[in-house]
T-cell receptor, first 111, second 114 residues
Framework: TQLLEQSPQFLSIQEGENLTVYCNSS?????LQWYRQEPGEGPVLLVT?????EVKKLKRLTFQFGDARKDSSLHITAAQPGDTGLYLC???????????FGGGTRLMVKP | EPEVTQTPSHQVTQMGQEVILRCVPI?????FYWYRQILGQKVEFLVS????????KSEIFDDQFSVERPDGSNFTLKIRSTKLEDSAMYFC????????????FGPGTRLLVL
């Protein structure tokens, strides 16, 4: 069974601060996805990282896939209140037909 | 923009009753999935479906669960005899292909078993 551990579970910061969320596993994934989930809604994909060591940027968000494809990080620069939400990482199995989700990081950015 | 839709948005049922959760995936997608999220817990994979067959299922997806694509547009999850612990948010998702293709999630059905 593949497991993904996400940390921290909760993060409360001031507007303008930087933060990093981590997603770790002992298993190798074919790719890793980051989602954002709003209350009462389904997860919405932010990015997919596929190659070990890959770095992708989405405005102030930087996503990195570990060299061994077992871990990933999400870094947010100069966080804004609009970044408040639940961030989920999810690993894709080799067959590509299943996502294993981490427990999520609930981020609150205070103005 | 195309989206996955799910009905009903909320369902309350008595323990032991059968429920059918419905999903309409994005029209040109070929792969379909069900996930569930018990309140306060992780999103958990239940099953994936392709070409009218289950392609992967988790330990949660036991004999009480079944999936079906009864026509060209709907994808359903049936729970034959609901238990209290089946209370959760159930998400349907679909994708064009596998691997790094995006899975688009529906808004979910909140199931409460009393």
């Amino acid at each position: 069974t593949q497991l993904l551990e996400q940390s921290p579970q909760f993060l409360s910061i001031q507007e303008g601060e930087n933060l990093t969320v981590y997603c770790n596993s002992s298993s190798v994934f074919s790719s890793l996805q980051w989602y954002r989930q709003e209350p009462g809604e389904g997860p919405v994909l932010l990015v997919t990282v596929v190659t070990g060591g890959e770095v992708k940027k989405l405005k102030r968000l930087t996503f990195q896939f570990g060299d061994a494809r077992k871990d990933s990080s999400l870094h947010i620069t100069a966080a804004q209140p609009g970044d408040t939400g639940l961030y989920l990482c999810a690993g894709v199995n080799n067959a590509g037909n299943m996502l294993t989700f981490g427990g999520g990081t609930r981020l609150m950015v205070k103005p | 923009e195309p989206e996955v839709t799910q009905t009903p948005s909320h369902q309350v049922t008595q323990m032991g009753q059968e429920v059918i959760l419905r999903c309409v995936p994005i029209s040109n997608h070929l792969y379909f999935y069900w996930y569930r999220q018990i309140l306060g817990q992780k999103v958990e994979f239940l099953v994936s479906f392709y070409n009218n067959e289950i392609s992967e299922k988790s330990e949660i997806f036991d004999d009480q669960f079944s999936v079906e694509r009864p026509d060209g547009s709907n994808f359903t999850l049936k729970i034959r005899s609901t238990k209290l612990e089946d209370s959760a948010m159930y998400f349907c998702a679909s994708s064009e292909a596998l691997r790094w293709q995006t899975q688009y999630f529906g808004p979910g059905t909140r199931l409460l078993v009393l």
